[in-house]
């Protein structure tokens, strides 16, 4: 969605990242 780099890896990377940081998301939508 946001990520446009290796779908895969990339959503993989968000999730754990997400899960890491949970201003992740807040960081990318901002």
């Known amino acids: 969605m946001y990520y446009r780099v290796d779908g895969g890896i990339a959503r993989v990377r968000?999730?754990?990242d997400c899960r890491r940081?949970?201003?992740?998301?807040?960081k990318r939508l901002g």
């Open 21 to 26: 940081d949970p201003e992740w998301i807040t």
């Open 14 to 16: 968000a999730i754990l």
